[in-house]
Every structure is written in structure tokens, then in C-alpha cells.
Nanobody, 121 residues
Framework: QVQLVESGGGLVQPGGSLTLSCATFGIIFRGSDMAWYRQAPGKQRELVAGITSGGTSNYHDSVKGRFTISRDNYKKTVSLQMNTLKSEDTAVYFC???????????????WGQGTQVTVSS
């Protein structure tokens, strides 16, 4: 079984910072591509940042220069450091993994439960 567990969400003032973490279980982590998505009420889920199994990262234009995605292949975690937060960043943030479960050969997409980030005064 695969499980992704996010943490670190909360309420922060505009201009502040938060770091989200995602712990993974049951997935071949070092062979998986990881990503953070977010979804605001009434809007589609969008890719915020991604990092491949090889360590190459990419970002949504709206967060470039402010957010940093990283992975730890020993702890099997992926993090998202968010700086200079804006009200537009308010959303539920989801951890995503694209990879294989231990004992299986097929690759698929897995999702965490989500963590709320609210940027407000």
C-alpha cells in the first residue's frame, strides 16, 4: 500500500513563509517523480512545482523565485519551501507521486490528503 502524508500547512500573513513536507510510504521513492499541486475553491487543481527522480525541478510561473521544491531520497520525503506568500497562494496543497509501489511493476499516480494553506491578514 502507498500513503502520502502532508504536513506544515496553516495560516500565515502576506509576505510570510511556510514549509510543507510530504512523507511517503510504500513507494519506490528514488525512482518516482514528485510534485506539489494546489486547488483553490471553485478552481481546477494546478501544478505548483515538480521534481523528477533525477532531481530536475520545474515551477509554475506564479511561484518562480518564491518557492523551492526539494527531495530527500534517504528520508523519502519531498518538501516545498514557500517564501513571500501572497493571498493568491491560498489553497489546499497536495503531494503527488508518479511511480511504482513495492512489489508491483506498473507506475501510477498517488495523492496525499492535502494540507490547507491560508495567506491572510
Amino acid at each position: 500500500q502507498v500513503q502520502l502524508v502532508e504536513s506544515g500547512g496553516g495560516l500565515v500573513q502576506p509576505g510570510g513563509s511556510l514549509t510543507l513536507s510530504c512523507a511517503t510510504f510504500g513507494i519506490i521513492f528514488r525512482g518516482s517523480d514528485m510534485a506539489w499541486y494546489r486547488q483553490a475553491p471553485g478552481k481546477q487543481r494546478e501544478l505548483v512545482a515538480g521534481i523528477t527522480s533525477g532531481g530536475t525541478s520545474n515551477y509554475h510561473d506564479s511561484v518562480k523565485g518564491r518557492f523551492t521544491i526539494s527531495r530527500d531520497n534517504y528520508k523519502k520525503t519531498v518538501s516545498l519551501q514557500m517564501n513571500t506568500l501572497k493571498s493568491e497562494d491560498t489553497a489546499v496543497y497536495f503531494c503527488n507521486a508518479q511511480g511504482a509501489q513495492y512489489g508491483r511493476s506498473n507506475s501510477r499516480s498517488y495523492w496525499g490528503q492535502g494540507t490547507q494553506v491560508t495567506v491572510s491578514s
